[in-house]
């Protein structure tokens, strides 16, 4: 079959099972639709899954723009589909499983939400041990879709997982760790000071805490009322209309804000249609994790809304996805600048909040870097069990409270999505740099950087953020600007 018809029905193809796929997602998510049912999308799409399109792709010629992100669609699609079951067995375990707390029944997915809200730390710890408890019992279960992902890998003639998502996902894995080892050792002794303070601060010693502690500390309640539901819509209208954007004029962009009781309690975008039919869903509470969340996935919406239709759908709707991330780390952002909260929220001394928001930073790109270092190791063993103390090891040396063993598997996304976020976050803060240069520290309410970023969005994700970087005056990516943010 000649290349160009291939790439033009599996382009079409992709963006017809995207379409279908987002849509049941928004449904459920939005609570409009009581069940998710996948697997139909999958069975009416079967033939975009198989090894038989994975080698039709290998045998066109891979000139054509499309061919990275469509070959990523599929390999990803087939590695999906080979691991569909235990992945729907593990989703139902997690959703059944319960422990008893306080006389009553706690859903495994429900724990995470009342350790953070803890404030005794004996019970948050007991809390955080009837988590591990249940993890460890599913564990067996990750470890064989994990060992059916690896040969999968394998079969498809990559030396591992690793080579497979470097190759795939256009990711060079060692190189993005390289300068991330480097920042996580040279930055120990700060992070290890403001830990020690924040620490202090809720009255846990370092040699006590665990990550239950910390998931504790960042839900800060202290901080919710500076953040009110009824400011949440109209402190992003105006934000957006600073940058010249009428978020209720956007053809393409529907506001979800109906109260329903299944909607989910966190804000999302839902790209069904790019960039015609994008979902911006919320579910307005208050408190920062709400305005966190839905500047967050307006960065989406907006990056989508302002994707040239012309584009084919490898380049509006696939890609790097790093670069819709980063676009949506810069609106999230926003809550870290004093002069933001002051314009938007009328706070006129938010210096504590904003110092907190900085270390939380800090910890979460250090996070993710060690588990980059974590992923790529268990990615290139043989036995995935054997990684759990490795995993434990890392994560409690790099982010100074303990990490149990047991999560070695839960805290793994698949494909390295962790990379996309660090690459996001290294853009992020390079994009905000050439933002401020250009239109000054303010540049938030400056139509100019509006019509800047509108241009930077009508690319979709054609084009990977080292690529952006360029297109913004870099000479490629680079983390220096994200690490000299932290180091402050
Ligand atoms: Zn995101």
Known sequence: MPAKPLLDRLDAEAEAFSR?????????GAGLKEDLSIVPIFERH?????KKMIAALDAAPHDDERWPPLRAFVVEGYLENAAKSLSETIAARETSDAATWDGKEAPYRALPVLIANEADADRR??????????????????????????????????????????????LALDDLAAPLEAFLWDGEATYRSRLRRYLGDIGVAPAAADRSDLAYLFRSPQFDSRFPPERLLPSLRETLAALDIDLDQQAGVRLDVEARPQKSPRAFCAA????????LVINPHGG????????????????????????????????DNSVTEAFAFAMEHLMYDADWLRQRLDWRDAADFVAFKRFYK??????????????????RSDDPRSKSKRYADLLTTFLGV????????????DGFYCARY?????????????????????????????????????????????ELARETGYAGLDFGPLFDELRT
């Open 20 to 28: 279908d796929l987002t849509r049941e997602y928004y449904l459920n």
């Open 46 to 50: 079967t033939r975009l899954f198989t």
């Open 125 to 170: 710890h007991a809390i955080d041990g009837l988590r591990i408890e249940m993890t460890a019992a599913q564990n067996p279960l990750r470890e064989e879709r994990w060992d059916a992902l690896h040969a999968e890998a394998r079969a498809l003639g990559y030396a591992d997982y690793v080579a497979l998502c470097g190759d795939v996902g256009r």
């Open 272 to 279: 069904i249609v790019v960039p015609s039919e994008i979902m």
């Open 288 to 319: 920062q994790d709400d305005y966190a969340a839905l500047f967050h996935e307006a960065g989406h919406t907006e990056h989508f809304a302002h994707a040239d239709p012309s584009l084919p759908f490898a380049a509006r709707g696939l890609g």
């Open 362 to 379: 800090l910890f979460i790109v250090r996070r993710y870097a060690a588990k980059l270092l974590y992923e790529l190791e268990l990615h």
């Open 402 to 413: 303990r990490f149990n063993p047991a999560d070695h598997l839960f805290d793994v996304d």
């Open 422 to 466: 660090l690459r996001a976050w290294a853009f992020e803060a390079q994009l905000r740099r050439h933002l401020e240069t250009d239109f000054g520290k303010q540049w938030f309410l400056s139509a100019e950087a509006g019509a800047r970023l509108k241009r930077l969005w009508s690319m979709g994700q054609r084009r990977p953020v080292e």
